[in-house]
T-cell receptor, first 119, second 107 residues
């Protein structure tokens, strides 16, 4: 069974840092396109970042410079390093696999249940 | 950034009804659009990608259509399990962006 499990969330003061983890089973993080998506309380989904299988990364404009996506291939784990946290970063953070279908990235088909960050 | 606007924000319907949700993009995105279903406290579930392709395992009562800037998600005959929030997402360009969501409620 394919599964993503996030951890690392918690209560943090403004200006602080957190590193979120997403452990994958049933899929290989390094061979896939992996994203982080967040959802603030009572709000819609907001895309945060993506890392390609080849290592390229992209970010939401508002988060560039504060958030960094990375992975540890030996641990089959995706990370999100979050620095200089602000009140508006309070959200549930989900990791997700972006599926490669018909030679193109085509939606996020596997999601973790999320980890809660409260700033 | 490409803005995605959904309508309506809330939709009341009954089991067996046919419902349609609309998603509009602020610029052309071709057919690079996905639809998700989300239930409270749960992760989103991919229903449709490339505007009209049904994700494996998704019931055929769900369908999507549209291109460029206007898209629709249709549920042909609502089932009790379908009452949830639905959102669209464009992936034509970074940053990916989502619609604000449509909450489908029981009438």
């Amino acid at each position: 069974e394919v599964q993503l499990v996030e951890s690392g969330g918690g209560l943090i003061h403004p200006g602080g840092s957190l590193r979120l983890s997403c452990v994958a089973s049933g899929l290989t993080v390094s061979s896939n396109y992996m994203s982080w998506v967040r959802q603030a309380p009572g709000k819609g989904l907001e895309w945060v970042s993506i890392i390609y299988s080849g290592g390229s990364t992209y970010y939401a404009d508002s988060l560039k410079g504060r958030f960094t996506i990375s992975r540890d291939n030996s641990k089959n784990t995706l990370y999100l390093q979050m620095n200089s946290l602000r009140d508006e970063d309070t959200a549930v953070y989900h990791c997700a696999r972006v599926q490669l279908k018909e030679s193109r990235l085509n939606g996020m088909d596997v999601w973790g249940q999320g980890t809660t960050v409260s700033v | 950034d490409i803005q995605m606007t959904q309508s309506p924000s809330t939709l009341s319907a009954s089991v067996g009804d046919r419902v349609t949700i609309t998603c509009r993009a602020s610029q052309s995105i071709g057919t690079w659009l996905a639809w998700y279903q989300q239930k409270p406290g749960k992760a989103p579930n991919l229903l449709i990608y490339k505007a009209s392709t049904l994700q494996s395992g998704v019931p055929s009562r769900f369908s999507g259509s549209g291109s460029d800037t206007e898209f629709t998600l249709t549920i042909s005959s609502l089932q009790p399990d379908d009452f949830a929030t639905y959102c669209c997402q464009q992936y034509e360009a970074y940053p990916y962006t989502f619609g604000q969501g449509t909450k489908l409620e029981i009438k």
